[in-house]
């Protein structure tokens, strides 16, 4: 399971808990779960490719940042995404990198099933955290 619609957590958005086996994973299951919010991925071709560079020294707050970022690529380019690349380095003086290489095409709503205008992620519960060997992010999407 990459992650779950969470219930009772905010009135008017939608609130997910995303898992993963590592931090790559659940940057990219994170990005699946705001994609299959505002788009059906399937309907999505990886034709074109973008790609951006973002350091943090927080890794929630590198996951934040991220995610914005993906809504952003929407609503300024106007670009949705069927496929994310994500390499994470840990830099010296314990920041992070993230080097995002995402495909997709322009919005056509001729050919997208879009379902909902993510505007951002909100910091409302937002919380990133390592259980059982595991990585768990709660992220709740302002719709």
């Not at 934040?64 to 380019?77: S, T, V």
């Not at 992070?96 to 495909?103: E, I, S, T, V």
């Amino acid at each position: 399971m990459r992650y779950r619609i969470i219930n009772g957590v905010a009135t008017a958005d939608i609130a997910y808990e995303v898992y993963g086996e590592t931090l790559k994973e659940i940057f990219e299951n994170a990005a699946w779960a705001v994609t299959q919010t505002m788009v059906e991925p399937a309907t999505i071709h990886s034709i074109q490719n973008f790609k951006f560079q973002i350091a943090d020294s927080q890794i929630d707050d590198l996951l934040f940042d991220f995610l914005n970022e993906l809504i952003f690529l929407k609503d300024a380019r106007q670009m949705l995404f069927s496929r994310f690349g994500i390499k994470l380095t840990k830099l010296d003086a314990g920041r992070y990198r993230l080097d995002a290489n995402f495909w997709g095409e322009k919005i056509d709503i001729k050919k997208h099933k879009l379902k909902c205008d993510v505007k951002a992620v909100t910091r409302h519960k937002f919380f990133l955290k390592k259980a059982k060997g595991k990585y768990i992010t709660q992220i709740v999407l302002d719709i």
